[in-house]
């Protein structure tokens, strides 16, 4: 057969070089890559066959071989599962740009030590490519199910590799390590050595549903021995709680989720009765850093009567708790099920309803019980877990019940709405909150000037969902939720002392000027007004109560949508210099022409103390420019 040899893309290379060069530190971690992608490949046609009888494939003893030969110093991990074909092969072993190369290459940078990084290998889907730490030349002999012809791979993890057509490859997929020498000093085993295989199988692939067969080695005279399963094949989920240690739980949740750490929890449920089913999820401790891509993988393992089904159900959560891995075993769905039926069977919306509240419960544990765990919870998925209160009206009160924001009352110790409201001052009708991109920035914002000086306590919201939730869900516990840039606010009944009358007369007073902007920046605003939220700044720009925020329109601009501008309110400070200055100004000058563009510095600077941008920056810089030079 004709063997033709290719590059390996750029970014594999370099990913092949950091990995023969010892940057990982646990070299051990080859050999549970290897057997979790035989896993899956066993996997993978079992559901095949069950979807299509007519496959040629022979699935009677579906199972995982590890051969060792210590003559030739290689080791063999063997399955007889799915296969893979020539162009499969070239596509998903020669390149990896799939797999999120990139960021796994940037990722490994900033890992902060070995531990960490070994853990990036099955994170990114990179499984493969780790028998390179222990190897110096790997090969792989594989064939598709169904298919007559098979495909060999070859490589020494240098620049380039060869595929060849075989025509004698057996069903599924065999990858032999050439290993390198033995070097204890970089945590280098003895792989050729039997005790160090059963004890890495055993620490790491113990619980994989298929045998995981060593074939040991002949002694003389004795014949060819019978190969020898080394994994206990339990389903942890199927074990009563005494039964299973939490070092076992840990290795199924870091074979499910390809995390190196711990998970920050572990839930187990057991429904019986009309609908039986077992789930085992885990609440992992950092967030994936893919999180927020369109591409995230999400949902758990799903299992009938321990037949796995599929990898990735999306039915059994919803999509705010996306980060959740598992496994639920059900015990009366079809077993050739699919997921355009699994959006539409009871049952498991029953299931989701049910995992869905046992989460949510576990972080209300947290938030009771646990200060430090649910302060972890919440950095690492609050984010995530606040998109719950826009798309999950039935669970919102259990959301709400266990979030939690920064707020003015303190820099670092973030608040729930049920603190908030307990510290609320006497005359407090409303929970104010202020969004935006950073706490600096919106801590300094205009807007605040009031509720800082009557210390009122305000949420402080920049994360992007918070423009959505705050309008879905309104109020809590009869208070409403008020944004302090949004609306008219009279603060008198809110720490204040009562100033209508004067303000009264302010706006009487004020009123030619104000109308006279309005006509100026007709354009932009639609309503100049004297501001009872500032102390400090001359100007601040609101929104009107039932406006959409700039913020929020952005957001459905970027989604493709067509929204309205819409134009805002101009609030001036009539306590400020320059304010004054300006209406006595107007008062004195019939012509005007240069206090238009007093007007409209004005409005550009309100628009820029809240993070936005003149409608014209080179028109406000040049008038900006032409005041300081008359000022020189």
């Not at 999120?100 to 900033?110: D, H, R």
């Not at 299931?351 to 209300?364: G, I, P």
């Not at 952005?554 to 200055?581: C, D, F, S």
């Not at 409005?603 to 409608?615: C, Y």
Request: net charge negative; proline share 3%; charged share 30%.
């Amino acid at each position: 057969m004709t063997t033709e040899t290719f590059e390996f893309q750029v970014e594999a290379r370099q990913l092949l070089q950091l990995m023969i060069h010892s940057v990982y530190s646990n070299k051990d971690v080859f050999l549970r890559e290897l057997v979790s992608n035989a896993s899956d490949a066993l996997d993978k046609l079992r559901l095949e066959k069950l979807r299509d009888d007519s496959l040629d494939a022979d699935v009677s003893d579906l199972h995982i071989e590890l051969d060792i030969d210590k003559e030739a110093r290689t080791l063999t991990v063997r399955d007889n599962g799915i296969g893979m074909s020539y162009d499969e092969v070239g596509r998903l072993i020669g390149t990896i740009a799939r797999s999120g190369t990139a960021a796994f290459l940037e990722e490994l940078k900033e890992a902060k030590d070995a531990a960490g990084a070994e853990g990036l290998i099955g994170q990114f889907g990179v499984g493969f490519y780790s028998g390179f730490m222990a190897a110096d030349e790997v090969t792989l002999v594989t064939r598709r199910a169904g298919e007559r012809q098979g495909t060999r791979w070859t490589s020494r993890g240098e620049a380039t590799y060869t595929l060849e057509r075989v025509d004698d490859a057996p069903q599924g997929t065999s990858v032999t390590l050439h290993l390198k020498p033995a070097d204890p000093e970089n945590q280098l085993h003895d792989y050729t050595a039997e005790w160090t295989i059963r004890e890495i199988v055993k620490r790491y692939s113990d619980f994989i549903t298929w045998p995981i067969r060593l074939v040991p080695e002949a002694k003389e005279g004795e014949g060819t021995p019978e190969p020898e399963t080394l994994n206990s094949m339990k389903a942890l989920w199927a074990r009563s709680r005494d039964e299973v240690s939490d070092d076992e739980y840990h290795e199924l949740y870091k074979h499910i989720s390809h995390d190196w750490r711990e998970p920050l929890e572990t839930i187990r449920l057991q429904a019986e009765g009309t609908f039986e089913y077992q789930a085992l999820l885990f609440v992992p401790s950092h967030a994936p850093h893919d999180l927020f891509t369109r591409d995230f993988k999400r949902g758990v393992q799903l299992y009938v009567k321990r037949v796995f089904i599929m990898d990735d159900c999306e039915a059994l959560l919803p999509p705010y708790l996306r980060f959740v891995k598992g496994v639920v075993d059900a015990q009366d769905l079809s077993l050739n099920v699919s997921r355009e039926i699994l959006q539409q069977d009871r049952h498991i919306r029953m299931m989701q309803r049910r995992l869905t509240k046992k989460v949510l419960s576990t972080v209300k544990e947290f938030l009771a019980k646990d200060a430090d765990r649910y302060r972890t919870f919440w950095r690492e998925f609050g984010t995530a877990l606040k998109e719950g209160l826009v798309t999950d009206s039935e669970n919102r009160g259990a959301i709400l019940a266990v979030s939690s924001f920064a707020t003015t009352h303190s820099d670092d110790e973030p608040t729930t709405l049920a603190q908030y409201v307990e510290r609320m001052k006497d005359g407090q009708d409303d929970i104010w909150f202020i969004t935006g991109e950073s706490r600096q920035s919106i801590e300094n914002s205009p807007h605040m000037e009031a509720f800082r000086d009557k210390g009122i306590e305000v949420l402080l919201l920049t994360d992007a969902v918070d423009e959505v939730w705050v309008d879905a869900v309104g109020e809590y516990e009869g208070k409403k939720l008020r944004s302090v840039t949004k609306g008219e606010i009279d603060l008198d009944g809110e720490g204040g002392e009562k100033t209508g009358e004067e303000r009264e007369k302010q706006a009487e007073e004020y009123a030619g000027l104000l109308g006279w902007m309005r006509e100026q920046l007709d354009e932009d605003i639609k309503e100049v007004r004297l501001s009872t939220r500032l102390t400090v700044s001359p100007a601040c720009v609101v929104s009107d109560a039932h406006d959409l925020t700039p913020a929020l329109e952005n957001m459905y601009r970027a989604m493709g949508q067509e929204v309205p501008r819409t134009k805002r309110i101009l609030e001036l400070n009539p306590g400020h210099p320059l304010v004054k200055g300006l209406h006595e100004a107007y008062r004195a000058s019939e012509d005007r022409a240069e206090l238009t563009e007093s007007a409209e510095l004005l409005h550009a600077l309100a628009v820029l103390a809240e993070g936005g941008q003149p409608k014209d920056p080179a028109r406000f810089v040049r008038l900006v420019a032409d005041r300081l030079e008359r000022t020189l």
